[in-house]
Each structure stands twice: as structure tokens, then as C-alpha cells.
């Protein structure tokens, strides 16, 4: 019986060729986009999830409250916490402490420096608690002595060719001799917050850097792990009180006194925007990206499924009378509904094994934007098995449920004496609904990828502040000793392209570093500020406006101790309208000397201009100088005379040097993979409305053949048919106008005000949205219209 019912479905669908391929081409394209963002869904959604115990793991966060900015969660804390926590609350069973180095040279016995990516510094037990598993070495021993390094396996055959010639070796790390290299260890995979490439003992941290060992440096990142079954949240409510315990804060300071709670490590890649400093989170991602995909990939396949019940809807009148005779020939309900659900199952069976081809094809170029791997595997993957086969029966379902349960209820005489007065209405009630639900969705997609993309160009193409163009920066690792600086500069100014050169901290001007400051007044004004390493003629270079006193210079003998720059920022923030000649009490890094603001330089943004300016001030302070920028005249044959002048001062060191502007671009890559994302899925949905449009129009103006070609014999001209056919749309779609244009205006308005620096969403975006909208309706009407109203007349009368 079921295989008589799939005949029947299959002969009907060879039938109603132009239909069944416009249904197919649909829903093939609405499953094909949702199974890739589907796919890029569950990528985001499955970091981390390769540690044993995940869901018992967590990283500290404090949620400081500075002076004159506002509140902060930091993910760095101070190195005593972790083993502090394990020993106070037996809700928590183990610790890690992790220090991230982005880049590490690593000299070989034989001379040669390899710069290494991902190294960190780690207690004994990371392999335990985080799963990393050795190849090679012991994972109880491999990070307990002073100077053990564990390479991953892709790290140990880049610097030594194999693992077995990589084991034992005896390396320098940073100019530091007598590392040893006692494990090699799997691969990190893709899908993690924190990717391995080598790991160093921790105590060899501790014995490196003893400032480590303060309860008043914030360093590390670290990482809990809980018993079985424990309210985390609870436990957050106990870790001040405990704190304050280990500092010496005065009664009435303990209330600013900083938080800490506990992040669930599920929670870091997602879920962590709102921390400003974090040790590393690589490739983060963010929850409302998912969100907003997997909203976009559920209103993609509803419209593909809206295009097969409108055309079925559309198809009612014929499809009733074949239900009548059905009925008088002796079928029962059921076996009409088997009917219909057997050629819905077809249509999206087929649909889907294409969907399957196209996403095959696509996902190369889908993946390459993204910069992930993503790939389909049928086997291993349960959305690609399970997930296919209950989305196959849903959308058979969903698409089939119209003509299978609403069709099947008429009396079989009133529909064959052509009483369709009912189901024509009804039927075309519905259907006005099926199409302004997709014109309020074409609509909100148009208005919302206008609006985002007008928002993220005014972001990108904001004045920095400085000019990045033509500059490039040099990581300097180590290699900072005066001497050396001052003739790398001036072997590099001799090249008539190289326009200037200056050390600092970073390309921004400004370190990793901020600190609380304290003005030298007598009301003892306190200011958490950023701060910045810089070299005398840092701010000529990248070409930042210095508006009220002087840059540092060497014809004052005491910038180098006593003088400071400040930002416009931070002048704001205390109120100073004359900053010049204020002074503030000694910073960190020296306690003896007082410093007097001698310049003010004009905002800029040196940190993500998704968030606000911040305080900054800035030294001359050549131990903490870690990069070299450059400015050229053009970037032509340049870059190897540069090398020849780094190799000279840094012989057998590697150059390590980008452009700041593909800097710049890198930190805003994810911005622009997810606009063009957008972009593409919106046009999706506009080509399955568009298939949808199309056939149901063809199948409306069928119905009106005969009305047309009377029309037309009594000189009714093309264009007032294309009129009276189009109005009806035009209505619906300035219905759908109305009520989709404030939702989106509402859910973009709300996205747009997360961002530091916002643009208004203006009227033209209204315009284009609806425009647009209209122009892809117009055009499939007029097409329809104007082939009907050019066929023969005579044809069109006798066509029933």
C-alpha cells in the first residue's frame, strides 16, 4: 500500500514539473543554509567540550571597581589564589595557573631560533585536570622540576624534525639556558579556549619572576575545579570575604574592594564579552552570533516550507476536486492524507539529498570565511544522521500538513458540484498570511543587514587617531638593550623610504599594564590608568596630535624620570581644564620620583574601538620597550633591507614584523566575516521568497486566465492587469512593512547600543528595505502578468 501511495506522489509531481522543481530548488537551498549554519553553530558551541569533567570546571574572574572608569571583569589574578582556594573550601578539589606568552624564541642546541606560538607556563597537574594526554614522557614528573618543557607534537617536529629526535633535548627559551624537554603531548584540538603548542614548568615562573608570588600582582590566569554536584554560585557569595582575609584593606575601602567569582569554562568562549582582560581566549566567539544564526537558519527553512504550503494552497482548487473523486471512488481520509504526506516526503527527501551535494560544495568557501574547518560526516556527526532524519520528517510534515489535513475535510459533493466558496476563502486567507509572514521576514533581513553594515563600516572606518598606514611593527621579544636600539634605528633611518622609527610598549602606544595613580593634591585623587612605554619620538611617528604642552625630548635631561603625557581622557576624567604642570605620586616601577604632566595628546583609540577611551599615561621607560614601529614612505623592497638591519644588530634571530594595518584588519576579521555571512544567508532567504513568489503568481494567474483574456478582448491595456494583479501583494507587503520595520528598528536599535561608538539607523535604510522588497515582488508579477496578458485571448476564454 505505502509503495502505490509514493507511485501516485511521484506520477503527480512528473505532472506539475515546473512546480515540484521550484518546491525542490526551495527547500533544497533553505536545508542546504540551514545545515551550514547548523554546522558553524555547533563548532561554537563545542569548545572545550574535550575536557574530562568540563562541566566541574572554572576560571577565577575579579570584578574589579576602579577610580574614574568604569567597573572591569578581569580574568587575571594573582598567583597565591588557586592553592589559597584548594586549602579554605573543600568544594574545591584541584587548581591550575596558566601564563600565556604569545610568541617565545626557542634556540636549539645547534643555534638556530625558532619562534614559538601558544607557550604557557603551567602547573604539573594541567595534563589531569584539562585532559592533555603525552606521546612521550610522564605526565606525573614532566612539569615538576625547574626548566621542563613539554612540546606539542606539531611543535616538536617544527623546531626538531620528530618526536623521538625532540625528547631530552637541551634548549634556550628567551635567553634562558637549560631547559630540557621532557614530554611531547597530542596536538591541541581546534575547538579550545586555550590551544597548547608547549608548556614550561610553573616553577620556573616562580623562580623567574618572585614578584609572582604577591597577593597584590595580578598575572595568571586560574582555574578551579569543584566536587560532583556543587552550586558554584553559592560559592561565589564566600570568595570576598575570604579575600579580604589575605589583604590588608582599610574598613572603609572594603566595599570597593574588588569580587571574584567563578566562570564556568562552557561558559569562556561564548559567553565572555563583558571581560576586559583576559590571559587568552582564542577565537572567541560570542553567544548572540549563535543566536542570531540559528535564528536566521529557523527562519530560512520555515519560509522554504511557507513556499510549499502557499503553492499547495494555490493548487487547492484542482487538488480538492482530485480529493472529491478520491473520496467517491471509495478512499477513506487516511489513505488521502498517506497521499499527500507520501509526495511531501519525496519533494523533501530529494530536497534533502541535494541540499547534502550543495552543502559539499559550498562548505569550502563557507568554511575559508569563517577560517574554520567545518566538513560533513554522515557517520560520527549526530546532526548529519539523526538531526537529517528528523529534519526530513518534520519539514515533510510541515510542508505537507495543509493539502493532507485540510483538504481531506470537504464533502466530496460539494466539491465536485464546484462549491469552493469555503475553501477558496478560507485558502486565501491563509495564504495572505504565508506571504506576509515571508515579506516581514525578507523585509527585517534587508533592514537589518543595511543597518549592521552601515554600523560596522562607521566602526572600521573611524579616525583612529593615528596613522597606522605604511607602518610596520616589530616584535622585539627580548632583544630590548638600549645599545642595541639606538643602532637598529639608525641603520634603519639611512634608508631614504624609512621615514621614522621609534620603541614602546606595543604599536598602540600602550602595555598590558594598568594601574591605580594617585594625584599629588591634598584630597589624594585616585585614577585606574592604562599605561604606555614609549621613546621620544614615539608620537611623531604614528603621527598623534600632541594638543597642549610638548612631546618628550632629550633636550630635557628630566623627561626620563619626572615627566609624564597624558591623554585627553584622562585630563577629563580629573577635571583638569589646564592639565599641564600637575603632578602625580611615584608609579610602580619607580618609587622615588614624582612626575609632572608636561603634554596632553589627543584621544586615540589604542585599544578595540568597541569599547570607550580610557585614561592612559606615558613614560620613557626602556625596560618594558617589547616592539619597534617603522614608517615608511611606500612598502616596496623594503622589507628585506629591513631584515638585513635586523640580522646585523640580531644575528640568527628571527624577524617577527606586520603591517599595522593587517593588524588592525585581523582585529576586526570577525566583524566582517559575520556582515558578509549575514549578507549571504539574507540573500538565500531572498531567492527561496523569490522562488516561492514566483510559483504561487504563476499558479494566481493561472486561476485568472480566463478573466485576463476577457480583459484583454474588451481593451483592458497590460499594464492596468499588471495593476490589478499586483495590488493585492502591494497591500500585503505594505502590511508586512508595518509590522516587520519597528521589530527590526527594535532588535537592531538594541545591537547597535552595544557598541562603543554607534551610528543612528537612518530613514534611507527604511527605503531600501521596503524598495527592495517591492522591486523582487514587482518584477515576478509583471513577469507572470505580462507573459499571460501577451498569450492569445481566445486560448485564455476556453482554457476551462
Same mark, same amino acid.
Given at each position: 500500500m505505502l509503495v502505490n501511495y509514493f507511485k501516485v506522489a511521484f506520477r503527480n509531481l512528473l505532472r506539475q514539473k515546473e512546480y515540484s522543481i521550484i518546491n525542490i530548488l526551495g527547500l533544497t537551498i533553505g536545508i542546504a543554509a540551514f545545515i551550514m549554519i547548523m554546522l558553524y553553530v555547533q563548532y561554537e /558551541?563545542?569548545?572545550? @567540550? !574535550? *575536557?574530562?569533567?568540563? &562541566?566541574?570546571?572554572?576560571?577565577?574572574?575579579?570584578?574589579?571597581?576602579?577610580?574614574?572608569?568604569?567597573?572591569?571583569?578581569?580574568?587575571?589574578?594573582?598567583?597565591?589564589?588557586?592553592?589559597?582556594?584548594?586549602?579554605?573550601?573543600?568544594?574545591?578539589?584541584?587548581?591550575?595557573?596558566?601564563?600565556?606568552?604569545?610568541?617565545?624564541?626557542?634556540?636549539?642546541?645547534?643555534?638556530?631560533?625558532?619562534?614559538?606560538?601558544?607557550?604557557?607556563?603551567?602547573?604539573?597537574?594541567?595534563?589531569?585536570?584539562?585532559?592533555?594526554?603525552?606521546?612521550?614522557?610522564?605526565?606525573?614528573?614532566? /612539569?615538576?622540576?625547574? @626548566? !621542563? *618543557?613539554?612540546?606539542? &607534537?606539531?611543535?616538536?617536529?617544527?623546531?626538531?624534525?620528530?618526536?623521538?629526535?625532540?625528547?631530552?633535548?637541551?634548549?634556550?627559551?628567551?635567553?634562558?639556558?637549560?631547559?630540557?624537554?621532557?614530554?611531547?603531548?597530542?596536538?591541541?584540538?581546534?575547538?579550545?579556549?586555550?590551544?597548547?603548542?608547549?608548556?614550561?614548568?610553573?616553577?620556573?615562573?616562580?623562580?623567574?619572576?618572585?614578584?609572582?608570588?604577591?597577593?597584590?600582582?595580578?598575572?595568571?590566569?586560574?582555574?578551579?575545579?569543584?566536587?560532583?554536584?556543587?552550586?558554584?554560585?553559592?560559592?561565589?557569595?564566600?570568595?570576598?570575604?575570604?579575600?579580604? @582575609?589575605?589583604?590588608?584593606?582599610p574598613d572603609d575601602e572594603q566595599e570597593r574592594f574588588f569580587d571574584l567569582y567563578l566562570q564556568p569554562l562552557k561558559d569562556i568562549h561564548l559567553k565572555s564579552s563583558h571581560i576586559k582582560f583576559q590571559i587568552l581566549n582564542f577565537n572567541q566567539g560570542n553567544i548572540n552570533t549563535v543566536y542570531i544564526f540559528s535564528i536566521i537558519a529557523l527562519l530560512i527553512i520555515i519560509i522554504a516550507c511557507v513556499n510549499y504550503i502557499n503553492i499547495a494552497i494555490a493548487r487547492s482548487m484542482k487538488?480538492?476536486?482530485?480529493?472529491?473523486?478520491?473520496?467517491?471512488?471509495?478512499?477513506?481520509?487516511?489513505?488521502?492524507?498517506?497521499?499527500?504526506?507520501?509526495?511531501?516526503f519525496i519533494l523533501t527527501f530529494i530536497s534533502v539529498v541535494l541540499s547534502i551535494l550543495l552543502v559539499e560544495l559550498l562548505l569550502p568557501f563557507f568554511s575559508d570565511i569563517l577560517n574554520?574547518?567545518?566538513?560533513?560526516?554522515?557517520?560520527?556527526?549526530?546532526?548529519?544522521?539523526?538531526?537529517?532524519?528528523?529534519?526530513?520528517?518534520?519539514?515533510?510534515?510541515?510542508?505537507?500538513?495543509?493539502?493532507?489535513?485540510?483538504?481531506?475535510?470537504?464533502?466530496?459533493?460539494?466539491?465536485?458540484?464546484?462549491?469552493?466558496?469555503?475553501?477558496?476563502?478560507?485558502?486565501?486567507?491563509?495564504?495572505?498570511?504565508?506571504?506576509v509572514f515571508q515579506f516581514i521576514v525578507s523585509i527585517a533581513l534587508i533592514f537589518s543587514i543595511i543597518a549592521l553594515n552601515k554600523q560596522i563600516n562607521f566602526v572600521l572606518n573611524k579616525d583612529l587617531g593615528y596613522n597606522p598606514d605604511n607602518v610596520y611593527n616589530i616584535s622585539l621579544q627580548n632583544?630590548?638593550?638600549?645599545?642595541?636600539?639606538?643602532?637598529?634605528?639608525?641603520?634603519?633611518?639611512?634608508?631614504?623610504?624609512?621615514?621614522?622609527?621609534?620603541?614602546?610598549?606595543?604599536?598602540?602606544?600602550?602595555?598590558?599594564?594598568?594601574?591605580?595613580v594617585m594625584v599629588d593634591d591634598t584630597a589624594n585623587t585616585a585614577l585606574m590608568m592604562r599605561y604606555g612605554y614609549v621613546d621620544y619620538n614615539f608620537f611623531d611617528v604614528m603621527e598623534m596630535q600632541i594638543i597642549a604642552g610638548r612631546n618628550f625630548s632629550k633636550s630635557y635631561s628630566l623627561d626620563k624620570e619626572n615627566s609624564v603625557i597624558i591623554n585627553e581622557a584622562t585630563a577629563n576624567t580629573l577635571g583638569w581644564e589646564n592639565p599641564?604642570?600637575?603632578?602625580?605620586?611615584?608609579?610602580?616601577?619607580?618609587?622615588?620620583?614624582?612626575?609632572?604632566?608636561?603634554?596632553?595628546?589627543?584621544?586615540?583609540?589604542?585599544?578595540?574601538?568597541?569599547?570607550?577611551?580610557?585614561?592612559?599615561?606615558?613614560?620613557?621607560?626602556?625596560?618594558?620597550?617589547?616592539?619597534?614601529?617603522?614608517?615608511?614612505?611606500?612598502?616596496?623592497?623594503?622589507?628585506?633591507y629591513i631584515e638585513e638591519s635586523w640580522q646585523k644588530i640580531f644575528p640568527g634571530k628571527p624577524l617577527e614584523m606586520n603591517l599595522v594595518n593587517e593588524i588592525l584588519e585581523k582585529n576586526y576579521r570577525g566583524e566582517r566575516r559575520m556582515m558578509e555571512l549575514f549578507g549571504y544567508f539574507t540573500i538565500l532567504s531572498l531567492i527561496i521568497c523569490s522562488l516561492g513568489l514566483y510559483g504561487l503568481t504563476s499558479l494566481l494567474i493561472q486561476q485568472k486566465r480566463k478573466e485576463i483574456g476577457i480583459r484583454k478582448v474588451l481593451g483592458s491595456p497590460v499594464s492596468h492587469l499588471v495593476f490589478l494583479l499586483a495590488k493585492n501583494f502591494l497591500i500585503l507587503i505594505i502590511v508586512a512593512a508595518a509590522i516587520s520595520l519597528p521589530l527590526a528598528w527594535y532588535f537592531m536599535n538594541d545591537l547597535i547600543n552595544g557598541f562603543a561608538y554607534r551610528t543612528e539607523i537612518s530613514w534611507y535604510i527604511y527605503v531600501i528595505a521596503l524598495l527592495s522588497t517591492l522591486i523582487i515582488a514587482m518584477l515576478t508579477i509583471i513577469y507572470h502578468t505580462y507573459k499571460a496578458a501577451n498569450s492569445n485571448p481566445i486560448d485564455s476564454i476556453k482554457c476551462e
Open positions: /558551541l563545542g569548545f572545550d @567540550k !574535550n *575536557i574530562p569533567n568540563n &562541566e566541574n570546571i572554572y576560571r577565577c574572574v575579579e570584578l574589579q571597581y576602579p577610580e574614574g572608569i568604569d567597573d572591569q571583569h578581569v580574568a587575571v589574578t594573582m598567583s597565591p589564589l588557586g592553592q589559597t582556594l584548594v586549602e579554605n573550601f573543600p568544594e574545591i578539589t584541584d587548581m591550575v595557573r596558566l601564563w600565556f606568552v604569545w610568541k617565545m624564541p626557542i634556540m636549539t642546541a645547534k643555534g638556530e631560533v625558532i619562534n614559538q606560538d601558544f607557550v604557557s607556563f603551567a602547573d604539573s597537574n594541567v595534563f589531569n585536570m584539562f585532559g592533555v594526554k603525552l606521546i612521550s614522557g610522564d605526565e606525573k614528573t614532566a /612539569l615538576v622540576n625547574p @626548566k !621542563n *618543557i613539554v612540546l606539542s &607534537e606539531r611543535a616538536a617536529k617544527k623546531i626538531f624534525g620528530s618526536i623521538d629526535n625532540a625528547m631530552n633535548q637541551i634548549i634556550t627559551i628567551f635567553g634562558y639556558e637549560g631547559f630540557k624537554v621532557s614530554g611531547i603531548m597530542e596536538n591541541s584540538p581546534k575547538t579550545t579556549h586555550f590551544p597548547f603548542e608547549a608548556l614550561i614548568s610553573m616553577t620556573t615562573g616562580e623562580n623567574l619572576f618572585p614578584w609572582w608570588d604577591s597577593w597584590g600582582s595580578n598575572s595568571l590566569a586560574t582555574y578551579v575545579k569543584l566536587q560532583d554536584n556543587v552550586d558554584y554560585k553559592k560559592l561565589n557569595k564566600k570568595l570576598k570575604p575570604f579575600l579580604l @582575609k589575605y589583604r590588608e584593606i487538488q480538492a476536486r482530485e480529493v472529491g473523486m478520491r473520496k467517491v471512488m471509495g478512499a477513506t481520509k487516511r489513505s488521502l492524507i498517506y497521499r499527500f504526506l507520501s509526495e511531501s574554520i574547518e567545518l566538513q560533513i560526516d554522515l557517520i560520527n556527526n549526530w546532526m548529519l544522521n539523526i538531526g537529517l532524519l528528523v529534519l526530513l520528517f518534520i519539514i515533510s510534515i510541515m510542508a505537507g500538513a495543509y493539502p493532507a489535513f485540510y483538504l481531506t475535510r470537504f464533502q466530496p459533493i460539494k466539491v465536485l458540484k464546484g462549491n469552493l466558496g469555503e475553501l477558496e476563502i478560507k485558502s486565501g486567507v491563509m495564504s495572505k498570511i504565508l506571504v632583544n630590548n638593550d638600549s645599545d642595541d636600539l639606538k643602532q637598529l634605528k639608525e641603520n634603519l633611518l639611512q634608508n631614504p623610504n624609512i621615514v621614522g622609527a621609534a620603541v614602546c610598549s606595543n604599536y598602540n602606544g600602550v602595555a598590558g599594564t594598568q594601574g591605580g599641564l604642570d600637575k603632578v602625580f605620586e611615584p608609579f610602580y616601577m619607580d618609587t622615588l620620583h614624582k612626575r609632572k604632566v608636561i603634554g596632553v595628546v589627543k584621544d586615540y583609540h589604542y585599544f578595540s574601538l568597541r569599547t570607550k577611551i580610557e585614561p592612559a599615561v606615558y613614560f620613557i621607560y626602556p625596560e618594558e620597550f617589547r616592539n619597534l614601529v617603522v614608517r615608511v614612505k611606500n612598502t616596496e623592497n623594503i622589507t628585506q
